[in-house]
């Protein structure tokens, strides 16, 4: 059984007042509370371990090396990747990301290839691979998407030629929550010789993951979507496509031999690991998925779903509710306006009522311009969320639709 509240306990943020009313969070998309667990272990780890990993012979260099060590394991483990040398710590999604464009588009695209993304990205997963096109001479191409928010998967055929490099799609929408069918889309891609890269910071948080079961070949996420720490996420690769890539950033840590005449690199994933990492904050992280692992990730899943569908059916009953998207799978997010209240005058006024949504374009101005739209309102749910901060969040737009 999946016990909310005493889940609730370990959040010491959730019993905060707002303008004298309970807090109800629901901008999760954006970033997620931390859970005692979490802070603990980078307050202990500050304490009592610090010391910088991988240079000393020293025992605390050794026990945060450790650590450190530990946490791309358990990541290993929660994305069931076949191998550690296949997890790359990174600042985040964003970071996975432009370390993939910069060093994929140095290894393999010239003048005239084309990199292939869809039209629900976040800009994270559209201006990187635009700036590497833009060096490159090469061509961004887009997946289109239905009135109901989903890919349109028949055109993929069309768009995938001899040319296309890599196709990036984002797994979870963080603007309509649609659940993209990424298996079917790495699967086409496959077909035809070409790499995949998921975007996962939307849905590492909600569902399980297992990079062999989708076999894509990158897989980037951030820690502080799934509860753990900022400045900590992820990039997953296949090793024989890590292997083929250059580094990213040079410094200590991604070498083997520092010559003036000429540098040889570190073995993965060390080789694109310049620099001290943020070693607390992968330890940190690999709380967080030991946390919501103990919670177990089906449980989690299928909480959250319910949530989700209460949240529609409670909302659609608000007179003028317009919610974006139609995806036959949506995962904890949905996007919304009521009337023709501004998204701004609806954040704001909900603020008031301790509610926390997120409005504006959601980094995803492409796809508010395929909508016709500036922006929106959007509750974004997470672990510990309840049907009854929906009813809050029911009743304050309710209020608000009555005051205009
Ligand atoms: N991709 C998606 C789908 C997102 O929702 C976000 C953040 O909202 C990002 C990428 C960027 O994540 P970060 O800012 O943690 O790098």
Redesign the pocket.
């Known amino acids: 059984m999946y016990d909310v509240n005493k889940v609730r306990e370990d959040f010491p943020i959730l019993a905060r007042e707002i303008y004298g009313k309970p807090l109800v969070y629901l901008d999760n ?2 970033t997620t509370q931390k859970p005692r667990q979490v802070v603990e272990a980078m307050v202990d780890e500050y304490y009592n371990v610090n010391a910088n990993v991988h240079r000393g012979v020293h025992f605390l260099s050794q026990q945060a090396t450790d650590l450190h060590e530990a946490s791309r394991e358990t990541v290993r483990r929660f994305i069931n990747a076949r191998s550690t040398s296949e997890i790359v710590f990174t600042r ?4 996975s990301i432009n370390l993939l464009a910069f060093t994929l588009g140095e290894a393999m695209v010239s003048e005239g290839d084309e990199v292939v993304v869809s039209a629900m990205e ?1 800009h ?2 559209i201006v990187p691979w635009q700036m590497m096109c833009e060096r490159k001479g090469a061509r961004l191409r887009v997946i289109p998407m239905t009135d109901k928010g989903e890919l349109q998967l028949d055109a993929l055929e069309s768009l995938l030629t001899e040319r296309t490099r890599i196709l990036c799609c ?1 797994h ?3 603007v309509l929550g649609t659940v993209n069918p990424v298996k079917d889309i790495v699967r086409t891609a496959h077909d035809r010789g070409i790499p995949v890269l998921i ?1 996962g ?2 849905s590492v948080p909600h569902m399980p993951i297992n990079v062999q079961e989708l076999d894509c070949d990158f897989f980037a996420f ?1 820690g ?2 799934v509860y753990g720490p900022t400045g900590v ?1 992820v990039l997953y690769g296949k090793e024989e496509w890590l292997e083929k890539l250059p580094p990213y950033q040079g410094g200590g840590e991604m070498i083997k031999n520092v010559s003036f005449e000429k540098t040889t690199y570190n073995e993965l994933p060390y080789k694109f690991e310049a620099g001290t990492p943020d070693y607390v904050a992968t330890h940190a992280l690999a709380t967080a998925l030991d946390y919501v692992t103990r919670l177990g990730m089906d449980n989690i899943e299928a909480y959250e779903r319910e949530l989700t569908r209460y949240a529609i059916e409670q909302m659609q009953q608000v007179d003028g509710m317009h919610i974006f998207g139609e995806p036959q799978e949506r995962d904890a997010v949905i996007s919304f306006q009521v009337g023709d209240i501004h998204h701004l005058d609806m954040g704001t006024l909900l603020d008031r009522l301790g509610i926390a949504v997120r409005t504006g374009h959601h ?1 995803a101005e492409p796809l508010m311009r395929r909508l016709g739209i500036e922006g929106t309102a959007r509750a974004s749910f997470a672990l510990y969320n309840t049907k009854q901060e929906i009813d809050v969040l029911v009743e304050g737009i309710e209020r608000i639709r009555k005051m205009f």
Do not use: F, R, Y
């Open positions: 998309g954006a985040g999604t964003t970071e976040h994270s997963n984002t979870v929408s963080n975007d910071a939307q951030s502080h979507k996420g980094c």
